[in-house]
């Protein structure tokens, strides 16, 4: 593989001194941006752009192409996962995800398994391919659904709107959840070990569902499972460290126990003061985020306001770690020159900054 | 009008010394309950229930015929107020409710007014109607939307998952947007008073949406308009102190600044650490709070449990106060029986804690 010639996103995840704030973007190669659109209408389903290695490598260099993002993340869905485990993933147009078959009784929870690495080979081959052809530009992250939030789709079958299926399995029957969220650990362990072996050089865990647990359960059957995870994982790969964050949507109240997960940094939402968040972990872990990605709808002199605001909350860098990102997935609706203002603004303010 | 023979509620509010701690649910008149689908079917349609002071009474008391619960509160929707300014509240069979004319550009804001109180005449006749036909039992809450959260109604015309029309209006336009919540401050403040004036002995501002906002942002947009209509509320009616609570969904991060908002008590969700929260703000509110609406499927064990760990966490009352709540409404699909063990084993359990 090529050696690295933008090392700022690696560098600041793990807390040691950078020229500017790396930045890039949830859900970058996306629904956004027009080139996206095209190399989906060729592959015809979103899950045809996810299976084949090639249009998977397409649309994730695409925004590298149009923005200088500081790093790549493999395109795909965190829930390959459980569709790896015979639950039979669907995606309806304008619906979401959805399974042909869910895990909601003890028959069906006690014949959960780790999948076969092997059904994931397209994942993997996608991130091999991606690093060849990045060729060194920035770094390439690997991805997966944390425990619970798989645990919700695999329960529930679909999004939900108050997760009233697994929630009721949770206060029910917490036995049947705890099994299912270790084979969920497991399995993420081994698939996001297998990215790292096949290119990845940092991973990122998504708990997009985590922030609906009350305190206490939260803790227990969400965070238990990240720090099992986080435990098995390949933490030096040919020589290279290889960061984790931990991304919990909702999660802010719980940043101090987050940031003890064995994760080097922690991805919050805009609901959350990035100062404060420094101060209650004391520096321990790198932030990344967090603008409201609706901001992006504000045009360019918004744009750069609210980015300087993130940059401001979160203070001279000294002994902390900020790659900034949105607080969430960037929305479909997004202008693409919006990202240009925003990343450019990143840039060049937070240069100031880091040098001054 | 009847002296008050149960003031267990509204001394909690004031963190006055009670003998156990009082308990109602957000949404308590509802769908979950038999009787409340028969009197909507008699009533025709939702808005026909709540336009008629007697069936608005008849829900508002159904639940305190089957429950021991420590309050009553109005039976209405935050939306009357906007439907009174002229956007025309329709409520579709499974789909939540809509306006037929939103508030976006700027000749609809310039045309926004205060509404004339006098066509929310039907709401405060069911506060004076509730009053009357509880004859002392509970007090009775009366209760508005914030200024924030009316306007994301306002300007979306509909419930949103992402918010992006009225956060386009705040990053690009945020003059329109303050006339909008100034506009809706002054007229929540005189329907609350209103209230009052009717009979309300308590009032609750339902901020459902601020935790949807950025750090910094919910400070300015929605927390300084409660401020604004907290400052102008009737704080004493005949001879009786008026307590307030603000219930931010979502507002964890932000109890601190919530506290300091002319409040009595801070409504909070199930992510928050009741313990935490006091800690914070140094006891200078009560809470309200603060279990999964979902803790109610998981059968009457579960509940008990459940309910003891929120009173646990909360911890010795003290110089405190605690209003056991749910952390949002009830959900339509609860049983019946769930309200009793939870209101059984909040009263049972409390009762130890506070003599103990």
Same mark, same amino acid.
């Given at each position: ?68 993002? !500081? ?32 895990? *909601? ?19 993997? !081959?996608?991130?091999?391919?991606? *690093? ?124 101090? !126990? ?33 603008? !409201? ?57 937070? *240069? ?5």
């Amino acid at each position: 593989m090529a050696p690295l010639k933008n090392n700022v996103f690696l560098r600041a995840l793990m807390r040691e001194p950078v020229p500017y704030t790396p930045v890039w973007l949830m859900r970058q190669a996306g629904r956004y941006l027009p080139e996206y659109k095209q190399t989906r209408a060729q592959a015809g389903s979103f899950m045809g752009l996810a299976q084949n290695p090639d249009y998977a490598c397409e649309v994730t260099l695409q925004p590298l192409r149009r923005f200088a993002l !500081d790093a790549a993340i493999l395109f795909s869905d965190i829930l390959t996962v459980p569709d790896a485990m015979g639950l039979g993933l669907q995606f309806m147009e304008g619906e979401g995800p959805r399974f042909d078959r869910v895990v *909601r009784d003890e028959a069906q929870v006690q014949a959960l398994t780790v999948p076969d690495m092997d059904r994931l080979r397209y994942v993997f !081959d996608a991130v091999t391919l991606i *690093r060849r052809e990045l060729d060194g530009k920035v770094p390439l992250i690997g991805f997966s659904g944390s425990p619970w939030t798989l645990a919700c789709y695999m329960v529930e079958g679909r999004g939900s709107s108050d997760y009233r299926q697994i929630k009721t399995m949770l206060y029910q029957r917490p036995d049947l959840l705890h099994r299912i969220l270790k084979i969920n650990a497991q399995a993420v362990q081994q698939y996001l070990n297998a990215q790292i072996r096949a290119g990845a050089q940092a991973v990122m865990i998504f708990d997009s569902w985590g922030g609906v647990l009350a305190d206490g359960l939260f803790q227990q059957f969400s965070l238990d499972y990240t720090r099992l995870v986080l435990s098995g994982l390949i933490r030096e790969h040919e020589g290279e460290r290889i960061p984790a964050v931990v991304f919990t949507k909702g999660g802010g109240m719980w940043i101090e !126990d987050i940031a003890k997960s064995g994760c080097d940094a922690v991805g919050v939402d805009w609901t959350v003061n990035l100062g404060e968040a420094r101060r209650r972990t004391g520096d321990q872990v790198a932030f990344q985020g967090n603008l !409201d990605p609706m901001a992006l709808f504000g045009g360019d002199e918004a744009i750069r306001r609210e980015a300087r605001r993130v940059i401001d909350d979160f203070g001279p860098v000294g002994e902390g770690g900020h790659i900034f990102n949105l607080g969430h997935g960037i929305s479909q609706f997004t202008p693409p020159e919006a990202v240009t203002s925003l990343v450019d603004e990143v840039h060049m303010y937070s *240069r100031q900054a880091h040098t001054g």
